[in-house]
């Protein structure tokens, strides 16, 4: 009777741990999401407008920003929730 009551006991608390997390973790990644993308418009806004300078270095800068940009892009993750030592 004792083992049904503590297997009980551990199910439930094993069920809750990462629902929360989880909501947390998947909030992050659409903040960011989102945050990279308005931030990554407004830089190649900025170097377009550079682009059409009159000053040939200032063009120049813009076009070789422009093309680093296309060559460094990269994700941010952020690492899922952790799993408890049975794998839940």
Known sequence: MMKYI????CSLLLVGCATNDYAVYVDAQKSISKDLTVSEAARMTAL??????TDPA?????ILQLQALQANSK???????KKNIFGF
């Open 48 to 53: 377009i407008e550079m682009s059409k300078s």
């Open 6 to 9: 503590v297997l009980s006991f």
């Open 75 to 81: 994700r941010v993750v952020v690492e899922p929730p």
């Open 58 to 62: 200032v063009r120049a800068t813009a």
